[in-house]
């Protein structure tokens, strides 16, 4: 979701033209989005770690073994938190014992239980969070993500609540989005389609997902668009095409307003 940051500087930047296409978001409204998106973005982001923690087990094997496995893991990965295990479910209260609780760039507090179901074609895992935080934002809900053996792909389902810890700023809201691994596996990034939602101070806001492919070596996608409703029923639609190894264009629309900017793999557009 780093794209929203390019966005909304953007709409900033070209502010005056905005305003005088009423169809198209006004620059209050970018910085509106800004903050929106980066604090429900950031709660995202939160518990997308938080599940990649739960991802070291074989589909296929035995609820019970396959929770055993992955209490193991997260043990050895994170000697700080407490971790127990009832049946198919592990309970993790991460900073219960000594040490930083540290995995893929978050320091984790709070408590996250997780819960394996075996499906047809691959596996259910449930994952419900209370207070988990990263002292960015503080996170509470559930996610149910399904696992599909036959088809390598996850989908993703969740439904949040978030506090951002330095101002106090609330949201809440939900996604349905399918992933997939780019070539290379999910070490070098994913695909995903779907939707995000949220309600925030000023209102509703809606994301929709189409085809966009995300490397974590670049600041925005490479391909694939977004579109962005506001509260006041606007939208912005960013599309991302990859120029070079360094460089992505981005093309974004909003009312009559069409802007096309390169940006670097350092994050830098022009």
Avoid at 1 to 25: Q, Y
Avoid at 30 to 45: F, G, N, P, R, T
Avoid at 71 to 80: D, G, K, L, R
Wanted: hydrophobic share 35%.
């Amino acid at each position: 979701m780093r794209s929203f940051f390019l966005l909304c500087g953007v709409f900033a930047l070209n502010g005056c033209l905005l305003r005088a296409d009423s169809s198209a978001i006004t620059a209050s409204e970018a910085s509106e989005a800004l903050d929106e998106a980066s604090v429900s973005s950031q709660a995202s982001e939160l518990t997308s770690a938080s599940i990649d923690i739960a991802t070291n087990f074989t589909i296929g094997e035995a609820a019970a073994q396959a929770a055993q496995d992955l209490q193991a893991f997260i043990v050895s990965q994170m000697p700080c938190a407490d971790v127990t295990l009832s049946g198919a479910t592990l309970t993790v209260v991460y900073g219960a014992k000594p040490g930083l609780c540290v995995y893929d760039g978050h320091t984790f507090s709070g408590t996250h239980a997780i819960t394996i179901t075996p499906t047809t074609d691959g596996v259910e895992v449930d994952h419900t969070w209370t207070a988990l935080s990263d002292g960015v934002v503080s996170v509470s809900g559930n996610a149910q993500v399904t696992w599909d053996a036959v088809n390598p792909s996850r989908h993703v389902v969740h439904d949040l609540s978030w506090t951002r810890v330095w101002d106090g700023r609330t949201g809440e809201g939900t996604a349905d989005l399918t992933q997939t691994p780019l070539t290379g596996g999910v070490l070098v990034g994913f695909q995903e389609s779907g939707t995000r939602t949220w309600d925030g101070q000023s209102g509703h806001w809606l994301l929709d997902v189409n085809d966009v492919q995300v490397r974590w070596a670049d600041p925005v996608p490479q391909s694939g668009t977004y579109t962005l409703t506001t509260p006041s029923q606007k939208t912005a639609t960013l599309g991302f095409s990859r120029v070079n190894d360094s460089t992505i264009q981005v093309d974004l629309t909003s009312g009559k307003s069409d802007y096309k900017f390169d940006v670097t793999e350092t994050g830098q557009s022009s």
